[in-house]
Nanobody
Framework: QVQLVESGGGLVQPGGSLKLSCVAS????????IAWFRQAPGKEREGVSCIASISSHTNYADSVKGRFTISRDNAKNTVYLQMNNLKPEDTAVYYCAADRTPSLICTSESTFYDYWGQGTQVTVSS
């Protein structure tokens, strides 16, 4: 059974950091592009970052460039999202998703992703 499980969310003050994890089971995660999305209350889901499978290509939303870093640990079948200098506007439920088609590049278009986790809440507040 294919499953993605996110963890690492929580409450953090502005300027703080969190590291989200996305652990895959039922498939080998390094073969597939992986993306992080987020959805804040009353807002549409937004692509945050993605990492390709065949290459090291990554992509970031303009709002998180220079603050967030996506990475893989293939031995642990895990993708991470390191989030630094967090801002109140980063508050959202964060989801990881996997595209079952291996690719040299990745996209933050949600329709390309086949498997989704249940989400982890990130709250940035003083």
């Amino acid at each position: 059974q294919v499953q993605l499980v996110e963890s690492g969310g929580g409450l953090v003050q502005p300027g703080g950091s969190l590291k989200l994890s996305c652990v895959a089971s039922g498939f080998t995660l390094d073969y597939y592009p992986i993306a992080w999305f987020r959805q804040a209350p009353g807002k549409e889901r937004e692509g945050v970052s993605c990492i390709a499978s065949i290459s090291s290509h990554t992509n970031y939303a303009d709002s998180v460039k220079g603050r967030f870093t996506i990475s893989r640990d293939n031995a642990k079948n895990t993708v991470y999202l390191q989030m630094n200098n967090l801002k109140p506007e980063d508050t959202a439920v964060y989801y990881c998703a996997a595209d079952r088609t291996p690719s040299l590049i990745c996209t933050s278009e949600s329709t390309f992703y086949d498997y989704w986790g249940q989400g982890t809440q990130v709250t940035v507040s003083s």
